[in-house]
């Protein structure tokens, strides 16, 4: 049984930007071997990500973020069971949306600062969609 | 919460060209601040406008332009939460209806004078569809 | 509140080519003030006219052209509030079947000769979207 | 192929209660040789016509009401081929709506008074279904 | 044209019990000749109303509502075009939610604490469904 | 915004029938506070729960349950943004299968004996619906 | 593959009473064997038969049917592959619409006499649908 | 009123290629002022048929061609009543299997020999739709 | 992940009443264990039998009956995975068409002998359906 | 009628290179002149095998292909009556999977390798016409 699942966290107070290579770099390990696959979104103090998978290691994985001390307020938006995924493509893809329109976190929500705490789990996947459509993922 | 909002009303008796510019510079210099985004028309002696952004400040806005006494018999046409904007890319995008083909108003009204107490809601969402379609939004 | 109206007629006794011709005249003189547009067909001794407009305006039209008596039988084929026009860019375009392919009268009626009173509302309707599709109505 | 038709007029000048009955008398008169069904209903100095029947026998009668001096203003508000009769038990069943609970009109219109000619034929036909299940309709 | 207008507001500092008593007299006075109904629902210091009636009338009064001092941060939750009411009966029926069972206000809220600000107007729309459902408004 | 979240987990090796009172009423004394409602079945030596509540609420909880010694093997088995909750009247109401017939169980899986890890989230929900319907759930 | 066979015919120059009670103990020896089912109506002139059974069967006496000399104009109404019988209980049932009430003839066709010729064959099915519901079918 | 009716059925004991010529010189002799057009596919000992028409005059031919000796268990596929002809630019379009591709006669039945006796109707019109548009009519 | 399985087998040359009686036995001895359900029908010559269960356990008694000497031509007439179970109550039904009226094999067939192997999956899923809906099997 | 059905296998003990040469040649010796056609897919040690064809051809040969020692735990996948074949080019293709990007096969299941046995039906429907529009297929 394959599921996507999409959460949200705000990034905790000491975290800078070698603490992001290494989440990138920890996430590049693991994932291969448990069958993970997804994107991590980094802007604006929150992390958007999502993950995808068989449902029992996209589970455990979850249940390791979850208490991950470098994030808080991990949030899901989204979770389904799907028929394939979306992002089989990518270890752990990486967007910077610091580098993006701001027009496009706009279009979704109420203000050009990213909030993902003020946005349903449907908006989300959405700016993700459009995301992927625009090329804006760093690739691995 | 995304909404969008769009109304019409009646310029007041006093309402001259060099309004519509400080109303215009009046919207370009608040909105951003607000996160609002939407279009304005002018045309035969009526406005219509599209407002979008969050619920809350859409509401505040709206409050403020119906006591705005520059014009009257603000009327509501269309009000709906909304997924995501159809114009994040305009600050307050201007149509101005006299340069356009009547035909166009005509297709969505009983006369080719612009009339939006006598349209649907609906209708006037399909004429600014269309509007937009065709390139008649002069920028910013 | 917008409608389209078709209807189909039987042309009477004395009817000629002239008589289009004025017929065709009139249209074009009452109709634009009346925000009325619509298509005018001829061909086999019968008419069929498509008329669009405001609902009081098409009204007040159809119910002269009822008691013309240039025409006779005249029979509703259709009628319906509609969100917009098909027709706006004609004061009343002509379409003269006699030179179009009589296969495409056979194609929405049993035989290859027009008899609107033995069609549907619903197939009259395809046939029109079709002459319009094939460039088969002349300008104004 | 039966259709069903729906129109409004406005009472002439000198139109009085007797000249309901003649208009009533008729129609049970004329209207089962025609096969023609339906409904009448007078009220607020309207009229509301609810005609069933094949499109010839329809068609034939309401061009004769069109001109028929008694009333003005007769506006089409619905038409449809249909597969069966609504109204097939009666001959020309009448509605007097100032017998009725004002909250019904209201209910579908802008006022308590009726107004065919401010609202659509999808309101109007609402209505008329509104007021067979309420049993409103005097036999004949 | 018929609408539907759902808003939320905020009692002012100095509202007391008093105060709700005259709004509703004044609704009661004006709404029945500008062919308003609609239900007034107060609770834990906010105002939902619903407003039903032709659009100019509907609108006018709610430029009129935006302005009451007696109320603050005046929202719009829902705003449609209707077929039919759904409130015909009451010139402005009284929902008092304080004698409601809590978990009705949790059924569709995050707390047991009625919160418009934080819902969607569909939410809210369900909420009042079922509070006529129940029986809860007050008649007149 | 309004989620429900149904897990699965497996229970600790030295988790007894006092444990389940503890959680119980743990349960009971958090969630009215924090706008929680739902239902835990104990069956197996699996625990299933449904969480409702506003979408911070439940994250919150879920992230503590997830680290709760108590169990293990924490899987997300449904989770949705809702209109509206389903479990309103119950601060965590307790299923206990060992009591119902096993037909049930085999009805929505492979075998008579429970297994959420063996079945999809929407098998889980029609299970749930079904004891709802039953009346197979102890009050509070 | 089970089929559905509707047709209408008229009856032959000389056809009489006692010639339909020949063709039913016709029908009523014949179908068993080929698993044929179905009614017959006999009213103002005409037949209308629906014949239902494998396709082969069904073809096969419809083709014999076709030459029969006792009627003439056999024209096919409906026919269509069907995933059950609708008329598994009659050998070949019979309606004498004669017995009838003229209003259930004129609430599907144009005048109170059954003319099938002026009929779709959808209004001749739920003509017979209400027949059936109406318990106007002589057993057997 | 236009249908389209498809039957099978099987050449007689002498059947040569000199009578097909003579069948389809029938077909095109009478076809044009009966309003008729079709196909005919003659392949594997079976012929299969598509008439389109008027329904009077489609059951008319097809009661000539039941009783046609020149074939036998002629087996009606489909009939529908349409709004539109498919076939209307062929009096009697040939089409001859045997130059065909066998695999499309495999893709719609269970051996690479046609067998319409063994097919649905659907199976057949989509077969024939899929002839249409290989360009594999021969043509008048 | 469950599934129902339906196939229909021919009985073998020398299979009695007590050979079905030792079916029964064996069916309901192993199917427990193996989480099965289902129902056998025997009638005329021939089996029709459901199997629902996990996937692995349906395919594994699939694969041992197919081989199973007392019938033979053994077909798959149905195969979905399901959300649940329709016969979770009996370990293996069993169905005696002889004792039934002949009028429901009829409804669904060709002829009143019961013939699976001329009928689609989707009508003999209908016909199970009947007979649970009528009381038709024998306990357990 | 037409059937799909799709299956999974293990390969059996001794099962070499070879072995695979012969089961596709047995399969294209066979299969023409029962009208089956399919694929064959071998990789990480299971097959997957469509089969497509008349109902008892496909059956006839699956019962064979369940005993066949050269593979083990014979799992249906799918099973439905189809319109038309899917695969009516190939008397069996043949599908490597080694030879293909492994993003295809983690795109529809929990890891890079192959799993038909942890995969519903759907899943790998969509992986075969993933693999048909990319050309997957080795012909013949
Ligand atoms: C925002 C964020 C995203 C993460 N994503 C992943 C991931 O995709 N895969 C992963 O293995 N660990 C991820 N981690 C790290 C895990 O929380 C955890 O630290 C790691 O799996 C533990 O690895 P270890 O067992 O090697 O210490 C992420 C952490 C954070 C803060
Ligand atoms: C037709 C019309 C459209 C307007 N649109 C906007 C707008 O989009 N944004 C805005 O801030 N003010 C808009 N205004 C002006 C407001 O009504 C109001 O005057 C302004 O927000 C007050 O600004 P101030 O606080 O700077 O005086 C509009 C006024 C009119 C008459
Ligand atoms: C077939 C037919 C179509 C007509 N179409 C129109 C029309 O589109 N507009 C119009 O004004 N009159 C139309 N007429 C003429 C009207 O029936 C009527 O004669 C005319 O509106 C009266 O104009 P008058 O008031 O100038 O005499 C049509 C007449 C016929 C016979
Ligand atoms: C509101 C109204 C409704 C009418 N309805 C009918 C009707 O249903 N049937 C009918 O024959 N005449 C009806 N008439 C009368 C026709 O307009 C016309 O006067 C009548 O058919 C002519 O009949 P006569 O030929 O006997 O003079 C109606 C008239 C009015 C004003
Ligand atoms: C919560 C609230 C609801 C109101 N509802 C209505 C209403 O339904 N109808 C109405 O006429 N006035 C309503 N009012 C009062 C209007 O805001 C306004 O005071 C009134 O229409 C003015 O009446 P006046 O012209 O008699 O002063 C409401 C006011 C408040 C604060
Ligand atoms: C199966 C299970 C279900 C639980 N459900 C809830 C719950 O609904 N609400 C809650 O507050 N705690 C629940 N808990 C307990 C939490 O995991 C956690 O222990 C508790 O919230 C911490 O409370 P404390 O802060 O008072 O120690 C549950 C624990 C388990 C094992
Ligand atoms: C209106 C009509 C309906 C008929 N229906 C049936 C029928 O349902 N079954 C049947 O066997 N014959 C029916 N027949 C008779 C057949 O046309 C034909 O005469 C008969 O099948 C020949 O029977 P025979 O072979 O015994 O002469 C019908 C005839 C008519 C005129
Ligand atoms: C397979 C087949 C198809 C036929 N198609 C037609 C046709 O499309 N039109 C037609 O008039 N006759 C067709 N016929 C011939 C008719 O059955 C019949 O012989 C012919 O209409 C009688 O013509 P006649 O009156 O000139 O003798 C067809 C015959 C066969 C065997
Ligand atoms: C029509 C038919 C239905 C059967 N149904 C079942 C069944 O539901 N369960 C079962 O275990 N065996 C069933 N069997 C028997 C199996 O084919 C097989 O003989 C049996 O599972 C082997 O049991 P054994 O291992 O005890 O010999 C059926 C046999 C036939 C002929
Ligand atoms: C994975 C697999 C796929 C097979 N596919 C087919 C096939 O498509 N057609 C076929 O005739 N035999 C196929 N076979 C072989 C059959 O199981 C069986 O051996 C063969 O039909 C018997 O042929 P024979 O009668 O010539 O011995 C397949 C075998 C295996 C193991």
Redesign the interface.
């Known amino acids: 049984?394959?599921?996507r699942?999409i959460y949200a966290s705000r990034v905790g107070a000491q975290f800078g930007e070698g603490d992001l290579a290494t989440v990138l770099r920890q996430s590049r390990q693991h994932n291969?071997a448990n069958?993970i696959?997804g994107l991590l979104c980094h802007a604006d103090g929150v992390f958007i990500q999502v993950l995808e998978?068989?449902?029992?290691?996209v589970?455990a994985l979850?249940?390791r973020v979850?208490?991950d001390p470098r994030h808080r307020?991990?949030?899901?938006l989204?979770?389904?069971?799907v028929?394939?995924?979306r992002f089989?493509?990518w270890t752990m893809g990486q967007v910077n949306l610091q580098r993006l329109n701001p027009?496009?976190v706009?279009?979704?929500?109420?203000?050009?600062k990213l909030d993902p705490?003020?946005m349903?789990?449907?908006?989300i996947a959405?700016l993700f969609d459009e995301l992927i459509a625009s090329g804006a993922i760093v690739c691995s």
């Open positions: 049984m394959l599921v699942l291969p069958g696959t998978g068989g449902r029992d290691a589970n979850y249940n979850v208490s307020d991990v949030t899901l989204a979770y389904e069971e028929a394939e995924r089989a493509g027009g496009l706009l279009k979704y929500g109420a203000s050009a705490y003020a349903s789990g449907a908006a959405s």
